[in-house]
Each structure stands twice: as C-alpha cells, then as structure tokens.
C-alpha cells in the first residue's frame, strides 16, 4: 500500500515520530505559556528543566532502582519544587522590571543547570530502557507501532487536555485566568495571587520534567537534549501566539506533524521547517495564529 | 547638579578615549597580539549588539546569525575565491547587514520577548544552513582560511601587522557606533526605547528607525565576525550556534548596559575568563558564565561600566 507513492509503513511511522515530537512541543509550549501568562516571563530554562526531568528518572533507575511508573510522579514533583524555590528567591525581584530580565535570568540559569549536568554525565547521551509494560509493538495493518510511544502520545495529550481543563474550568483555573487579567484587583478579592504565582511556575517546571521522563526511553538522556529543543518551541509559540491554552497544545501538535510529514518528502528541509512556517506566519499574521494582537 | 556631571563626562571622554587610543597601539608589545585582537573582535560584537539593546532596547537573542555567516561568507572569498582579505571583510560584512535586514524586517513586527524568540529562531536557521550545506564544511566549518595580504602589499601572517588590521576595524567600527549614538538618529532611537507610543504621535517612522538600527547593528557584527575569521583562519559552526548569541549578551550586561565602552569591558572580561579557565575546569566554564549572568541580572544590573559611572556621579554630587 502506498500513499503519494511513499510505502505507507514509512509514511504511518513518519507521521507517528511527528506526533510525538508534536506531543512534547505542546506540553512544552503549554508549560511556557502557562508561565508567561501569569508571570510574563519567558522560561528559557525550561529546556534545561526538561533535561533535568529526564535525567532524575534515570538517576533513580540507575542509582536507586527506582522504576519509570514511580519516576514519572517524582521527577516532576522534584524539578517542580525546584521550580518553586527559583521562583520564589530569584524570578520574584524581577517583576517590577523589564520582562527582558527575567529571560535574561533563565537564560543564565539553564548555563548553569546544563553545565553542571554535562560535567557530571559528559556529553555522550544515556540510554533508559523502556519499562516492562509498555515494551512491544503492536501492528495496526498498514504499519507497526512500538506500544512505548502510543503510550507517550495518550499520557501527553491526557496531560495537556488536563491542564486545560483545570484552567479553563475550575475555579482554581478562574483564579489564575483573572490573575493574569488583573492580578491587583485579584489580590483585593482577598486571592493570594503571590502564592498562586508561585504555584504557576512551580506547575509550569513540573509540565516539563513529566516531559523529560515521557522523553527517557525515546531519546537519549544528555544534558543537551533541551537546548535544541527549547528553539524549536520558542518558534512554535511565535506561529501558535501564546494567546491561548488550547492555541499552543494545537500548534504544537499540528507543527510536530507537519515535521514529520516533511520528513518523508524533503528530508533536508525537517529541520528547519518549523522555523520557515514561523515566517510565513509572521508575515500574514504577526501576532500569531492564536494570538492577539498586542 | 547633573548637568555639571555630564558636562563632566563631557570633558572626560575625549582624555578617555585618547588614552585607550594609545593603550591600543602600544598593546601588541606587551600582551599577547592574538589574545587582544580577540577581545577585539568580540568587543566589537559586543558594541554592536548594545548599538541595538542599550539604545534602540530591542534584544536580539540571534547575533550570532551574522557574526557567524560573516565569518563564513569572508572565508569562501578570502579563501575559495582568491580576494584579498579588505575584500572579504567588506563582503562579510555586506552579507550580514542583507541578513539583518531580512531578519528586521521579519522580527520588528513584534516587541519585547517576542522580538528576541524571532530573532532566536530565524538565526537557529542559520545554523542548520551552516551545518547542512556543503560549502560551510558542516561540523568541520571553513579551515585553513588564508590571512593573505592587506590590499595585497602588507603581509598579514606577521601577528603584528594582523594586530593593527584588527585594531583599525575596530576603531572605525567604534566611532561610526559613537557617532551614530550621538546623532540625532541615536536620539530617536532613544526616544523610541523609552516611549514608543510617544515616538510614534510624534510622527517618527518608528519601524523604519528600529529597522535601521537593527541593519547597523547586524553590519559591524558581521564586520567583527569576518575580521575574526581571518585572524584565527577559521569559520566555525560555534559562531552561529544560539549560545553565542547569549554570550553575547552577557558581555554586554557584565560590562554595562547602554555604556560606551561596557560591551568592550564585558567582552575582554569574558574572553579572558574563558581562556583562563577553558583548560582548567572544563565544563564548568557554562556554569560560571551562568552564574555571572544570574548575578548581573539580580545584582548589578548596571554592569561594571554603569557602575563606575554611577559611582563617579554620586561622588560627584557629594
């Protein structure tokens, strides 16, 4: 069977590298949107935070035994209280000044984070085993598809449709929607909107540690595993407009798979692909596809 | 009171710059020619980015893109072409300027943080057309670029005679940053970054300045990366990648801000930093840059220079 001419094998498992890699550009715009709305700051250590969510699993498989299903709740409640002390000692002295600042300061602080990681574990990645239950494949007709990465793709997005939920739902969500409208007004309704703020990043950080465990059996655990992914999101944000919660778990998806679709018919252009989109985007809709215009 | 100050200043500079002048041309004698014409190139990379955050307050998180494809285009020309390297400088830096402008043009459409993730991205393009392509070299980037003679009479394999090419590119590449930050220009861009809205009721083409500025900046940038191609015979993929970008920046707000001479300072500081410590700890050269960055962002946000500045005010007011 073959679709354009390309064996649809190819074609499916093309398609189904693209939605994963769609998947973790969307948990990971989600987190930077998350934290830009209430914060407007741009966590460029969020690649960094997403390396070091990879790496606590594999520290606690290696080092300790301690499994992948046990890891993917610990990793991200670890480098999310992390998140939680950096916000509450440093990105707090920021909020007053020039958002530039607090991209500065995250810049600084993923120098730091994957300096540390690369002199402990060297530059050479890790390889994580994929755990016991979700080993296999199974063969859907017109191509096989690994259960590992089925899986990545259902935890992923029940994670994303989560968040949404929660935010656009709930009264938590309500809370934190208002805050990022008028945080003063919020503030005098008696909300503590510092504490809430502190909980968006501290969320915002653990989104992207639960993305690194997901990562772990896919990739190779390296300390530059999110350097170069954290661009490609940062271009996902300018093409989805970080306007809203759904906006970036649908451009993030939708560009994952146009990726992967370039893949099968102009492999040279994969990795840049992204980036021309974001031109284009650019030049029709400067404030993005869901954006609003500032 | 401040008026006194600046007439102050004023008075200063021209002493200032007459004595880093001479500093400049006696240097080679006393320090390492190559080490100094390092900072060098890297100041003026640093001046030419705080031409565009420190005065136009647009930050661009892509310089790299044209020091790099400067370095690369001065390369190919220097050495798959055969010109002489005036020739290749000023081709390098006419590449990175029509680079610029086509990042302007996309990147001014947004402000702020949006600016700097565009200009992240477009230059992360870059990147990957120099890793691809087969002209670049890929990983290996452009080796064995020949220094060639200057107008084809001064041998510039002679570490001296290189030193002074390199200290000329820089003062020139210096006084048009100066004299555009003191012309009227320089005055709207200010204008600009302190109040948009107000610039633009007060009738200024405001994209059409930013756009400028951001040409300029992404030219002498690009002047400082060919430059640097011929002194180290070498266009490397390092000089696109985006933490060049950040390093960049951090030369910048070390050394001050919207100073003068900060990026200068903040660039021999790093420099010497990183060839002091590159063989000693390894990895750990990120950290410290890191933690340097952290601590100008929370600390001193002045910079060194900004901070002597406001030292010599307060004094001066006392």
Known sequence: ????????????????????????????????????????????????????????????????????????????????????????????????????????????????????????????????????????????????????????????????????????????????RAGTENPQIVQALGINVPLLITFTYGYGVALAAFAGVLAAPIYQVSPQMGANLIIVVFAVVVIGGMGSIMGSIVTGLGLGLIEGLTRVFYPEASAVVVFFIMVIVLLVRPAGLFGKAA | MSQNNNSLFARATPLLFGALFVIGLVAPFAVYPTFLMKILCFGLFACAFNLLLGFAGLLSFGHAAFLGSAGYVCGMLVRDLGVTPEVGIIGGTLAAGVLGWVFGVLAIRRSGIY???????????????????K?????????????????????????????YLVFAVFCIGFFIIHRA???????????????????????YDVSKYKLLAFVLSAALAGLAGATKTLVFQLASLTDVHWHMSGEVVLMTLLGGLGTILGPLVGAGVIVSLQSELADKVGSWVTVIMGLIFVLCVLLFRRGIVGEIQALIRRAGIN
Not at chain 1, 17 to 42: H, K, Q, T, V
Not at chain 2, 116 to 131: G, K, N
């Open chain 2, 181 to 203: 930050i003191h012309s009227p220009f320089g005055q709207i861009l200010k204008a600009i970054r302190e109040n948009e809205p107000r610039a633009i009721s007060l009738g």
């Open chain 2, 135 to 163: 002209a670049t070299g890929g990983e290996d980037g452009l080796q064995g670029v020949p220094r060639g003679h200057l107008f084809g009479l001064i041998d510039l394999n002679n570490n001296i005679a290189m030193y």
């Open chain 1, 1 to 176: 069977m073959e679709i354009f001419g390309v064996p649809s094998a190819l074609f499916g498992s093309q398609l189904l590298i693209g939605l994963i890699n769609g998947s973790f550009y969307a948990i990971l715009s989600l987190g930077l949107a998350i934290i830009f709305g209430l914060l407007n700051i741009i966590n460029f250590a969020h690649g960094a935070q997403y390396m070091m969510g990879a790496f606590v699993a594999w520290i606690a498989l290696t080092k300790f035994g301690i499994n992948y299903w046990v890891a993917l709740l610990l990793s991200p409640i670890l480098i999310g209280a992390l998140g939680v002390v950096l916000e509450r000692t440093m990105l707090r002295k920021l909020y007053k000044l020039d958002h530039l600042y607090g991209l500065l300061l995250t810049f600084g602080l993923a120098l730091i984070f994957e300096g540390v990681f690369r002199d402990q574990y060297g530059i050479s990645g890790q390889a994580y085993e994929v755990p016991d239950a979700l080993k296999g494949g199974v063969n859907l007709g017109f191509m096989f598809m690994p259960i590992y990465r089925g899986w990545v793709v259902v935890a992923a997005l029940a994670v994303c449709f989560g968040t949404w939920f929660m935010i656009e739902k709930t009264k938590l969500g309500a809370y934190l």
């Open chain 2, 115 to 133: 600016f700097a993730m565009i200009t992240l991205a477009l230059s992360q393009m870059v990147f990957f057309f120099a890793l691809q392509w």
